[in-house]
Antibody, heavy 119, light 106 residues
Framework: QLQLQESGPGLVKPSETLSLTCLVS??????????WGWIRQPPGKGLEWIGS???????YYNPSLGSRVTISVDTSKNQLHLTVYSVTAADTAVYFC???????????WGQGTLVIVSS | DIQMTQSPSSLSASVGDRITVTCRSS??????LAWYQQKPGKVPKLLVS???SLHSGVPSKFSGSGSGTDFILTISNLQPEDFATYYC?????????FGGGTKVEI
């Protein structure tokens, strides 16, 4: 059974870098026609797609985050990584990783990890 | 970017009701639309892909329809466990975008 588990620091200072890891178990991160993505949700607000990686090397990012975001894959560990640079309070959110098969929505999702940006 | 607009943003309903949630895209997205259910403090759960295909394990009380720019999620025989926030999401083109959500309350 496919499971995703996010991990990372729960508190990041403004202007610093947020780094999260998503451990994928039960499926290969090389799976055919599969995208691995990050989505976030500020407290009390809606969902925002951050970016996705396809085939371990093709990245898609939300322009709203500009060049502050990098998504990478560690194929040896079957992990997905998210890096957000120069964070501000607006980056405070629950961060989810999720799988999306081509022609389908995101499923499953990790349980999410809350990241608070505060000094 | 494709904007996804959901209406209403919230609605009140009773157990046993049939409700509809509407999602409109700013551009033609064919049927590349998904619906999710999210309960407070929980992970979003995929209900529908391809605008009308129920995800595995989702009860048939949920149904999706539409294509192009106008989509509907219908929930029949509303039960207490259906009170949640529902989101639509387009995956026709990048950036992927979500609707603002529809909160279904008792």
């Amino acid at each position: 059974q496919l499971q995703l588990q996010e991990s990372g620091p729960g508190l990041v200072k403004p202007s610093e870098t947020l780094s999260l890891t998503c451990l994928v178990s039960g499926d290969s991160i090389f799976s055919y026609n599969t995208y691995w993505g990050w989505i976030r949700q500020p407290p009390g607000k809606g969902l925002e797609w951050i970016g996705s990686v396809f085939d371990s090397r093709t990245n898609y990012y939300n322009p709203s985050l500009g060049s502050r975001v990098t998504i990478s894959v560690d194929t040896s560990k079957n992990q997905l990584h998210l890096t957000v640079y120069s964070v501000t309070a607006a980056d405070t959110a629950v961060y989810f990783c999720a799988r999306r098969r081509r022609y389908f929505g995101f499923d499953p999702w990790g349980q999410g990890t809350l990241v608070i940006v505060s000094s | 970017d494709i904007q996804m607009t959901q209406s209403p943003s919230s609605l009140s309903a009773s157990v046993g009701d049939r409700i509809t949630v509407t999602c409109r895209s700013s551009q033609d997205i064919n049927t590349y639309l998904a619906w999710y259910q999210q309960k407070p403090g929980k992970v979003p759960k995929l209900l529908v892909s391809g605008a009308s295909s129920l995800h595995s394990g989702v009860p048939s009380k949920f149904s999706g329809s539409g294509s192009g720019t106008d989509f509907i999620l219908t929930i029949s025989n509303l039960q207490p466990e259906d009170f949640a926030t529902y989101y639509c999401q387009q995956y026709n083109s990048y950036p992927l975008t979500f609707g603002g959500g529809t909160k279904v309350e008792i």
